[in-house]
Nanobody, 123 residues
């Protein structure tokens, strides 16, 4: 079992930036592809970004493409989400998760989840 802890959320004005981090416990971090998801109040959890085990492949949701960047440091057991040009509609709780499945955007295919970090973007 992998334990995931997200950090870096907060309140930011529209147009600003935040960098989220997700620290993983254990020595098997590099065996997982990693994903970021977000969930706004009353809405479903949706895909934001994913990164392959070695970081060589990334994929983004349409709403964040060109503004967000996912990366990972396997030596530090950490995955990051750099968020630029933030918009009020980016307001949500952001979660990181692991998957051993084929790279997927489906939340149900991710096995381990963190508790999330709140991102609030004011207009």
């Amino acid at each position: 079992q992998v334990q995931l802890v997200e950090s870096g959320g907060g309140l930011v004005q529209a147009g600003g930036s935040l960098r989220l981090s997700c620290a993983a416990s254990g020595r098997t971090f590099s065996s997982y592809a990693m994903g970021w998801f977000r969930q706004a109040p009353g809405k479903e959890r949706i895909f934001v970004a994913l990164i392959s085990r070695n970081g060589g492949y990334t994929r983004y949701g349409d709403s964040v493409k060109g503004r967000f960047t996912i990366s990972r440091d396997n030596a530090k057991n950490t995955v990051y989400l750099q968020m630029n040009s933030l918009k009020p509609e980016d307001t949500a709780v952001y979660y990181c998760a692991t998957t051993t499945n084929v790279l997927t955007v489906l939340p149900g295919r991710y096995e381990n989840w963190g508790r999330g970090t709140q991102v609030t973007v004011s207009s």
